[in-house]
């Protein structure tokens, strides 16, 4: 076990675009966009120097309580194998020492159903807390869709399609809407369209500075910004992360004007037999909430990524190893306060304006 260290760079890269667990969110790229945490690698290596399984690190300095250390959708390994698990703990021991921290969170790309998953890192001292349903309670959403495009062609895919997302499809190519890749200048436009949607489904939206520094750092090689258009004007949005194998629907965003187009299901379409002609075994829809209820405010947007034929997919959730049980505890408490307090002053203004 060792951390990772600038010659070993692009060895890092060609392993996590190579293995089958490969995630962008365990790439330096994206740890580069996520300015406000220092990053470290641990690496597993085997007998001849060669890596064999990662966990891409974030620590971050917590007011009072000292520094978190924070891992999205890792390890990137054989998780079944324990001796790399066991390098990987060794290694997370080693930078909890030395950077003072409380506690490492994983929230794993692991499905809750595997036993044997859970077996080994309780026996190497992980927690588990893998109860929350809605997107507030973690930072990764734990329920997401996933379309399985691995040795299927772009016209069985279509045909797999739920008969209403196949004629939106084609509704929206009928009534004109045309799908162009944008530039970081278009960020600006998808930008606007976010505010909007925002707005319209009570989310809150990072800066402008945020996508173009994603830019900077994923594009061209492994972000995407894709634009519809009516009548030459901007209506809607996506943004799509490739990595390895794999492309992520990130972000998106559709004006409250020509929704009647339906140009969300164009920019997915398009996305998709981009994701086929690449190569790529997997399109992640990303996040859902897991109370499936039409009554439900985000049933909307379960139902609009079901209808691609995805698999509903329910992750572990949160993986943790507490290093000061006490502080960590003590974290978790004046956690959840602020976000009670955070909601209460959300929908205390929102009464104010009506």
């Known amino acids: 076990m060792r951390l990772l260290e600038e010659k070993d760079k692009e060895e890092y890269k060609k392993f996590l675009e190579e293995n089958p667990r490969c995630n962008f969110q365990q790439s330096l790229e994206w740890g580069n ?13 085997d007998k001849n120097g060669k890596i064999r399984g990662s966990l891409c690190v974030w620590i971050r300095k917590m007011p ?54 859970r077996d080994i890192i309780l026996k190497y001292g992980f927690k588990i807390k893998d ?12 329920f997401v869709f996933r379309l399985n495009l691995k040795d299927k062609t772009e016209d069985k895919i279509f045909e797999e399609l739920h008969q209403k997302t196949r004629y939106n ?18 960020l600006k436009d998808f930008h606007k369209i976010m505010i909007e949607t925002g707005e319209r489904d009570n989310f809150i ?12 750092e994923m594009a061209p090689d492994h972000m995407k910004v894709l634009m519809a258009y009516h009548d030459g004007q901007p209506i809607a949005g996506i943004i799509p992360i490739m990595y390895g194998k794999k492309t992520w629907y990130l972000y998106g965003a ?33 996040g859902v909430s897991g109370v499936v209820d039409e009554s439900h405010p985000q049933y909307g947007l379960y139902r609009f990524k079901k209808g691609f034929n995805a698999d509903f997919t329910e992750f572990i959730g949160e993986i943790y190893l507490p290093f000061k049980p006490l502080v960590y505890k003590m974290y978790k408490f004046a ?10 002053k959300k929908n205390l203004k929102k009464g104010k304006e009506k």
């Not at 990137?76 to 290694?91: A, L, Q, R, S």
């Open 335 to 344: 956690e959840k306060t602020f976000r009670t307090l955070r909601t209460l």
């Open 205 to 216: 939206i990072r800066p402008l500075e945020y996508f173009e520094k994603m830019y900077d």
């Open 131 to 142: 109860d929350s349903k809605d997107f507030k309670d973690e930072i990764q959403p734990r």
């Open 169 to 186: 499809i084609r509704l929206a190519t009928k009534k004109g809407v045309e799908i162009k890749e944008g530039t970081r200048e278009d």
């Open 64 to 117: 009072i309580f000292g520094n978190i250390m924070y891992s999205a959708r890792g390890p990137v390994c054989d998780i079944y194998d324990e001796e790399v698990i066991k390098d990987i703990v060794e290694g997370a021991k080693l930078l909890a020492n030395k950077y003072k921290a409380f506690v490492l969170r994983i929230e794993p790309d692991i499905l809750k159903s595997d036993e044997k998953f």
């Open 254 to 286: 559709s004006s409250n004007s020509h929704r009647n187009l339906m140009p969300n299901y164009l920019l997915q379409w398009t996305m998709i037999k981009e994701a086929i002609a690449n190569g790529c075994d997997m399109y992640d829809f990303r």
């Open 33 to 45: 966009v996520k300015t406000s945490w220092k990053k470290e690698v641990i690496l597993s290596e």
